[in-house]
Structure formats: C-alpha cells, structure tokens
C-alpha cells in the first residue's frame, strides 16, 4: 500500500499544458498550446544533443541534494556503481527519489536541475525510442489507461480545453489494465477530482513528437501494472469528457496526435534557427534558450561554459556579446560592458572581416547603447545606435533585426525626452520591421507595443494604451514563460495605466502579478523591484492602506541602500516618507528615527542651510511634539 501511496503521489502531478491562468489576464481565450510546450520541446533537442559524459556530474548533484537522506544516498551509491544506459528504464520505475526530482524538474522548467541530470533524461528518452521502434511492427490501435486525481482548476481547464490539444511535460505512465488506472483514480473529494484518462493510439499514427512503449520487460514492477510509458512532450486531443454515473470518475477520452498549434509551430520552428540547435555547441544553444526564457543567471553560466569550450575567434565575439546582453538584463551594467568592450577588442583584431562581425558588431553596440540608456546618459546612447545603424546601412544586406532595435531604442530615448510624435515614428518604423521578419506572435512584436502603449498613457489616451498593452500581453502569453521578466513588465504597465485612470484596486492587482514574477526571476536588488515596490507604496498610499504601503517602504530603502550612492537623493526622500507614514500610524517614536535619519543625510549631502534639509528639520520638530 506504501508503494501504491508513493506511486499515487506521482501520478497526481503531472503537467499539463493547455491554456495557463494567467491568460485570464489577456483577451485572446482560443484553444492552443502553451508556450511552455515549446520551450519543453527546445529543451529536449538540446539534450538529445548532448554527449553521455555526465554521470559523475548527476552522481554529485545527487549527493548533494541528498545529503542527509540514508536510503537516497544508499541508491545513489548503487546507481554510480551499477547503472548502464540501455537500464535506464528500470531505474526510472525504482521505489526512489530520480523518478520524483526527473518529473518535477520537468513540470517546473528547472533548466539547472535539468541539465544536472541530463544524462539520465537522454538515456531513459532514447531506451523508450529503441523500445518504440523495436514494437512498432505490432502495433495496432489500442486503448491505454491512467487514473489520477486533479485539482479543481487544473479539471475546470480540461473541460473548457475540449477539442483542443493537451501535451505533457513529464515522462507519462498509463496501463493497459483499466482496473489498476482504477485504483490510481481512486474517489473524489471537496478538493480534488477522480480522473480516468482514456488515451486512444491509433494504428495509423506513423509520425509522433515523443516516443512511447509498452515497458513490461524492463521495469522493476515487471507484468503487475501492464505499464506503457511515454517520454516528455506528448501530445493528445481532447475528445470527449464525461461523467457515467456521480461519484464514480470522470473520464477524459484523448487521442495520441503529432499536430500542433500552428501559430506555436512557427514560432518553435523560428526559435529552433534562432538558437542554432545542432548548428552550436549545444551548451551555447542551451545558453540562448534560457535567456529566451528569462533565467538569466543560469544562461551567464551556459555561455560561460561554451565560451571555454569554443575555438574560434568569431565564436567567442558572438558568445561575449550574449553574456553582455544577459547582465543588461540583470543590471549589472559593468559587467556588461566589460564583455562588450572585449567583444570589440577582438573584433577589431580580426583580419578578414566578414558580412557576418559586421553584423555583430552592430549588435554589440546597440548593447552598449542599452547600458547607456539605463544609466541615463542619453547622448552616448544615441551615438551607439547610430554606430550600429551606419555599420549596419553600409552592408549590401542589413541586418534587419538589428534596425529593429535601434528603432525601437532609438523610440525609448525619445520618450524619455517626452518627443512623443518621434517616439511614435520609431516605434512604427520598428514594428513594421517585425511584422515582416518574425512570426506573428514574436515576444519583440509583443515588446513594441508594450512601448507605443507606454507613450499612449503618457498622453493620457488611455484606451489606446490599454489596447496596445493588451496586444502585448496577449503576445506573451503566447511565446513566453507565464513567469519571464517582460510578462512582469507587461502587468507593470497596465497596472500603471489603470492607476492613471483612478482604477487603484485593478492596478493592485497587476502589480502583484508583476511583484511574483520579478522576486522568482530577477535577483534580489534588482532596481526593477525598487520601481515595483514604489508603485505599490502608491496604490496602498491611494487606498488608505499605511501598514502595507510601509511595508514595502522598508523593502525599497534596502534596495537603495544597497544598489545607489551613499548621496543618492532617493534615499533621503524615502527616509522622510517611512517617517511621515509611521507618523500618520500614530507610531512617532519610530517616525522621530528616520525624521532624523533624512535630517542627517540632507545635512551631509546638501548642507544645513539647503531647503531640503530644512523641509525634514521640520518635519523632525513636528513628529516630536507630537510625541
């Protein structure tokens, strides 16, 4: 019953990927798969791609994460001793934690456990692949089994999925035993639902995204369970879903397919050239999707890796400027330009130039500009991008991607200088450049709108800017993770726009949404969270609501603390609102400590006789006598 109990465990978190929660947030509700689909499929051509020479790597990892676990290292002690690829499967079916950390790394994305265990997930892939091929020749078509119980969300999402497909993002066991999906079933509760899967394979099915068999021979629970196995990233229709009598399991009826949303198929198929899959050191390629995908601390170490690995010159060049893009994406602007002035360095080095470093180059200086732009100096980031524009119109074919974002950059610095009608120009000239070269639902599509929305808000044409943010959004839940950065970005900005129209709790509710995704992927100091957490202390400043907003207060002054100046302005000024805040709590003894923290800083920064210092010697004097 213990193992059965372990085994339950397992079957009820399986990932399925349909349309996620958060495109509650976005008007377009088709049926489609989500991009997490794609991102999964990526993944695996990298690995498959990767060589059989990491086990002692998974044996440490294992180890380590193990560390205080008897039995776990006792497994982990057999399996450097004793285990071969073509046992892969056996190892799988074990009563042990690799099947558990294998799924669960797999239904979170986790690129670094992932890529920790890379060798396993490669083998067990290609046992089920040989075991396919080996039982194709019999096959006919045959119904397969699964039971399991489903949250009440994740079941509301089948049900309006109907029709549409359903891919899964774990490695999928199934029988062919209706009786023992019975007992996995088991009864439904207040909290979860009872499932049967019905999973139809027909005959005909000559061409299929994962491999699939019947494991009998190999697994370590041998002729008991009937068991069939699919590998990561199967896809199904929905066909039908019904109840036959109450209380007894609903049964979900799915066809095996190889068909795929044709809007996500075109994207893959973009993003698969985009990161050279096959083309590059697969390190490299794993490099470029976890940067697509937003995790960038672990796209600096892939690229890292490569850059050792990788031979030549005009490799190197186009390594350095990734990494460089990937710390702009961080904040860590020094680091950045130290990759891109290397990058250059070694461009300039090169004897025969080609088309192709050209290109790089340009692309290497519309990096330094968005370093510039960030550090607020304007003039040396218009001089970059018309750098990288030049180097760019000299060339028989520019690079037009490269145009793109020198327009869209070039659009942002006017903003910033409240040119709106240049800004706007840019912005157009940038997106009609995108509609011609990428898929309809490319995130840098997705991201030009997000801007035109930003200037429409700052000319308080709001409806036009929530459409154009509403594009944006809708573009991202369709080729992005649900959690990347520029999602965040996306809420932030619609939050701003309903904050602008007086919408506080709507706006609430976006920021928050921005907030979860930035404290998962964006490093701790990050200055993105410093701006959140200032929209925050608005909305609950606006709705009354002093605790909350000097919560986050506090939050903010760290980040100041830690990332600006000693003389910085922003900190003095938020020392002087936690105490007006904790003064309006009525919490003067408190108040009194950073009153007289912005007194000092004012004094140390400005001079006793500046106005500023004045302003909180007297905010001080008041917070006292009211004591």
């Not at 330009?337 to 470093?357: G, P, R, V, Y």
């Not at 659009?411 to 070269?437: C, M, P, R, V, W």
Request: hydrophobic share 35%; glycine share 4%; net charge negative.
């Amino acid at each position: 019953m213990l193992r059965l109990n372990i085994r339950r465990t397992e079957q009820e978190t399986v990932s399925f990927n349909f349309i996620d929660d958060l495109s509650s947030f976005s008007s377009n509700q088709t049926n489609k798969q989500e991009a997490a689909f794609m991102y999964m499929q990526l993944l695996k051509d990298i690995f498959i791609e990767m060589k059989d020479d990491s086990k002692s790597e998974m044996i440490l990892f294992c180890r380590q994460q193990y560390a205080d676990n008897y039995y776990a290292l006792q497994f982990i002690n057999d399996f450097e001793q004793n285990y071969e690829s073509h046992q892969a499967i056996n190892w799988y079916t074990r009563e042990s934690f690799l099947y558990k950390i294998l799924n669960k790394a797999l239904r979170t994305q986790d690129i670094e456990v992932l890529y920790k265990i890379r060798i396993f997930i490669r083998n067990l892939h290609f046992h089920l692949l040989e075991c396919f091929h080996e039982q194709k020749n019999n096959s006919t078509t045959r119904l397969l089994y699964r039971g399991q119980r489903m949250s009440n969300s994740e079941f509301r999402k089948i049900q309006n999925n109907k029709g549409g497909l359903l891919s899964i993002s774990n490695f999928f066991s199934t029988t062919e035993d209706k009786s023992v999906a019975m007992i996995y079933a088991g009864i439904s509760n207040d909290d979860e639902i009872a499932m049967m899967f019905e999973i139809k394979i027909e005959s005909s099915l000559t061409e299929i995204t994962s491999p699939f068999a019947n494991i009998q021979e190999f697994s370590n629970f041998g002729q008991a369970e009937k068991e069939w196995l699919f590998s990561f990233g199967c896809v199904f229709r929905i066909v039908d879903i019904k109840q036959n009598i109450d209380n007894q399991p609903w049964y979900i009826h799915l066809v095996l397919t190889n068909e795929f949303d044709k809007q996500l198929k075109m994207m893959t198929e973009h993003f698969r050239s985009d990161i050279s899959i096959g083309l590059l050191l697969p390190i490299h390629s794993l490099g470029k999707l976890s940067y697509k995908m937003g995790i960038y601390m672990p796209a600096i170490e892939y690229y890292e890796m490569a850059l050792k690995s990788e031979s030549s010159w005009r490799g190197k060049i186009m390594i350095l400027k990734e990494i460089g893009q990937t710390y702009e994406r961080l904040a860590l602007f020094d680091n950045a330009l130290a990759c891109f002035s290397k990058a250059i360095t070694m461009h300039e080095k090169l004897n025969d130039k080609q088309t192709n470093d050209y290109h790089r180059l340009a692309a290497i200086y519309v990096g330094m500009a968005a370093i510039f732009t960030a550090k607020q100096d304007k003039n040396q980031s218009l001089n970059y991008l018309n750098e990288a524009l030049n180097t760019e119109i000299k060339l028989e074919q520019p690079n037009k991607e490269t145009l793109l974002n020198c327009y869209n950059d070039i659009g942002f610095i006017h903003f910033t200088e409240q040119k709106y009608d240049e800004s706007l120009f840019n912005y157009q000239k940038a997106l009609d450049i995108g509609i011609e070269i990428y898929p309809a639902t490319h995130p840098d599509i997705g991201t030009i709108y997000m801007n035109i929305g930003n200037v429409y808000q700052a000319q308080k044409r709001y409806e036009d800017a929530l459409e154009n943010m509403r594009k944006s959004l809708d573009i991202q839940l369709t080729s992005l993770p649900v959690d990347h950065p520029d999602v965040a970005r996306s809420f932030n900005n619609i939050s701003g726009i309903y904050h602008s129209m007086g919408h506080y709790e709507d706006a609430l509710t976006y920021c928050k949404n921005a907030l979860n995704i930035y404290m998962k992927r964006m490093p701790e100091n990050h200055p993105n969270r410093a701006v959140l957490y200032n929209n925050m202390i608005e909305l609950y400043d606006k709705l009354g609501q002093l605790n909350e907003s000097l919560d986050y207060q506090y939050k903010k002054l760290d980040i100041y603390l830690a990332t600006l100046q000693p003389d910085d302005a922003k900190i003095g000024i938020t020392y002087n609102t936690i105490a007006a805040t904790l003064a309006a709590l009525r919490r003067f003894d408190e108040a009194a400590e950073y009153a007289l923290k912005a007194v000092d800083f004012t004094t140390r920064v400005f001079g006793a006789n500046h106005p500023a210092t004045k302003t909180c010697a007297k905010n001080l004097e008041e917070i006292l006598n009211c004591q």
